[in-house]
């Protein structure tokens, strides 16, 4: 349910409905836009009957959500989200530019692989530690010892670092060391694990399953935002179908689709979608056009000695010719690509 106040209504009103709906055994969100306040009521659907509290003094109109979900959609929160990542903000305009290599392998590569994505102008450094492999034979990623490197190497180059987390019983452990939490693709929907990094306050980058609806995500988001944390990130990565030339499908239609439905930012990663360097370029600058909150590519200075995605890694030299061009784009849709202002840990 939502409660629209009336236009000036002010804070003594504003505290005394939020009384009211406390009395109700309902939780309360509070949105306080340029023109509008809106109070989204979440909780039993018995209490939330609209006659009493359309009664109360300074209440406009209430209405219902009609979204399942609720704390995630647009009609709860008609501002953009910003998430804030070390000064970098994701969202409203501003661009995340998330680049480095699937996985972090050493500190030597590491930091030539951040030294330059930094350059090109990326502004959060990826790699990951715990890695999700199709095969238990393939890499699986240098755990602990993988996010104190990334840790180390971010500081040096003053770049929020953002990795995946795979299971519940790594949230704290990853916690210590990252800015942000990747969920994978194959763990869009472990319900635990969204539990587990709702309880955190760091940012989620939340990557859409590889048969997931936008409804399925959004929900998804939802157990992240129900949990208590706010920051969440979208993130389209391509989905399964029927075509074999490259690796999924990128459904860019899901960026305006999502920014309808609700306040989230939403950023693409055209190298999962892919699979292929030559099509990423094309795919991130179409991505900024459609009003994309930001770019999410794997860049190897070694793509042939990568442990995993070295075939669809994207040079660095290619990165920065990527970023340029995107910064031209980016000027055409009123947007900008903040520079890092250096990770406070
Ligand atoms: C990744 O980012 O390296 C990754 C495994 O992505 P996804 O979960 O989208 O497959
Ligand atoms: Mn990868």
């Known amino acids: ?11 003594a009103q504003v505290e005394h409905i939020l009384d009211r709906v406390a009395q109700l055994g309902l939780k309360a969100h509070l949105s306080r836009g ?3 306040t809106i109070i989204g009521l979440i909780g039993d659907e018995e209490k939330l009957q ?22 995630a959609s647009r009609e709860l929160h008609p501002e953009d989200s910003v998430v804030d990542l070390c000064g970098v903000r994701i969202g409203g305009g501003s661009l995340a530019m998330i680049a480095g290599p699937c996985a972090v392998e050493s500190e030597e590569i590491l930091t030539e692989i951040a030294q330059q994505v930094q350059a090109a102008g990326a502004n959060i450094l990826r790699g990951g530690a715990f ?38 019983r790594q949230v704290a452990l990853v916690e210590r060391y990252a800015d942000m939490l990747q969920i994978g693709a194959r763990n869009m929907q472990n319900f635990n694990l969204l539990n587990e990094v709702g309880q955190t306050r760091k940012p989620v ?11 399925d995500l959004l929900m998804s988001a939802e157990y992240i935002l129900s949990a208590g944390n706010p920051y969440v990130v979208l993130c389209e990565r391509g989905v399964r179908g029927f075509e074999d030339s490259t690796r999924n499908t990128l459904d860019l239609s899901i960026v305006p ?74 000027a055409v849709m009123g947007r900008t690509i903040p520079r890092c202002q250096g990770v406070k840990s």
């Open 1 to 11: 349910m939502i409660i629209v106040l009336k236009p000036g209504s002010d804070d």
């Open 34 to 36: 340029e023109h509008r």
């Open 50 to 71: 609209v006659e009493p509290l359309s009664a109360i003094p300074g209440v406009e109109q209430v209405l219902p959500i009609l979204k399942p979900f609720k704390l």
């Open 131 to 168: 890695k999700p492999r199709t095969s238990p034979y393939s890499f699986q990623g240098l755990g602990e010892d993988g996010l104190k490197i990334l840790r180390s190497v971010g500081n040096r180059f003053g770049l929020p670092v953002v990795t995946e987390v795979m299971d519940p």
């Open 205 to 215: 980058l939340l990557k859409r399953g590889m048969s997931a609806t936008v409804k």
């Open 257 to 330: 689709n999502v920014h309808g439905m609700s306040h989230l930012p939403i950023i693409v990663d055209p190298s999962h979608a892919t699979g292929r360097p030559d099509l990423i370029p094309a795919m991130a600058c179409a991505a900024v056009a459609a009003g994309a909150d930001g770019v999410h590519v794997e860049v190897h200075s070694r793509p042939e000695e990568a442990k995993s995605d070295g075939a669809q890694a994207l040079l660095p030299t290619r990165y920065a010719d990527l970023v340029a061009q995107l910064r031209k784009i980016a």
